[in-house]
């Protein structure tokens, strides 16, 4: 079966600080990534999404950059960190574009407080 | 392009009541609809799933949601809550492009 995991589960940052966020996939090959981020009180805002390795699409321009070293890797960064980047994030996979595979299945989430 | 309104940012019932958490949706093409759960610091779950077939789908925890071309509308439904039914709940819809409401958070008073 499959499986996501985040790391770490929670992080505080002073501002202006780097950042690196890590989710891996167990279980499936080729998987579609994302990465949400949730805001206090608000919805799901979906930040980046990758095909394939080293394929990243940026919904929404911001200091927050995404990578995928690896098939079932993909890192969130920034270079410094705002009071606006603080928020649950997380990532999740699903198996494609093909039907029957659009189900995205989520981990468990990074909770990020930026002070 | 598609997208997702959730009826209430909150409703609260109570214990062994009705809960009944609306969605609407649009869409150019015959959408995929999901239903998601999210409790306190933790991702989201799969609930439940339309792509085709049966118009009432049904899910886990006693959940279940009908399908409604006419009425653009995929509403979630359980007969009974549970106080462990509290929690955020999300819908979405998927065309090549998975787009999530803002969120219903539920509430169960004992």
């Known amino acids: 079966s499959q499986t996501i995991h985040q790391w770490p589960a929670t992080l505080v940052q002073p501002v202006g600080s780097p950042l690196s966020l890590e989710c891996t996939v167990e279980?499936?090959?080729?998987?579609?990534l994302y990465w949400y981020r949730q805001a206090a009180g608000r919805g799901l805002q979906l930040l980046f999404y990758s095909v394939g390795i080293g394929q990243i699409s940026s919904e929404v321009p911001q200091n927050l950059s995404a990578s995928r070293p690896q098939d079932r890797q993909f890192i969130l960064s920034s270079k410094k960190l705002l009071l606006s980047d603080s928020g649950f994030y997380l990532c999740?996979?699903?198996?494609?574009?093909?039907?029957?595979?659009?189900?995205?299945?989520f981990g468990p989430g990074t909770r990020l407080l930026v002070l | 392009a598609q997208s997702v309104t959730q009826l209430g940012s909150h409703v609260s019932v109570s214990e062994g009541a009705l809960v009944l958490l609306r969605c609407n949706y649009s869409s150019s093409v015959p959408p995929y609809l999901f239903w998601y759960v999210q409790y306190p610091n933790q991702g989201l779950q799969l609930l439940l799933k339309?792509?085709?077939?049966?118009?009432l789908v049904k899910g886990i925890n006693g959940f279940e949601a009908e399908f409604k071309k006419s009425e653009t509308s995929f509403h979630l439904t359980k007969p009974s809550a549970h106080m462990s039914d509290a929690a955020e709940y999300f819908c979405a819809v998927n065309n090549n492009d998975m787009r999530f409401g803002a969120g219903t958070r539920l509430t169960v008073k004992p």
């Open positions: 999740a996979w699903s198996g494609g574009w093909v039907a029957g595979q659009e189900t995205q299945y």
């Open positions: 339309y792509t085709t077939g049966a118009t």
């Open positions: 279980g499936t090959s080729n998987p579609n």
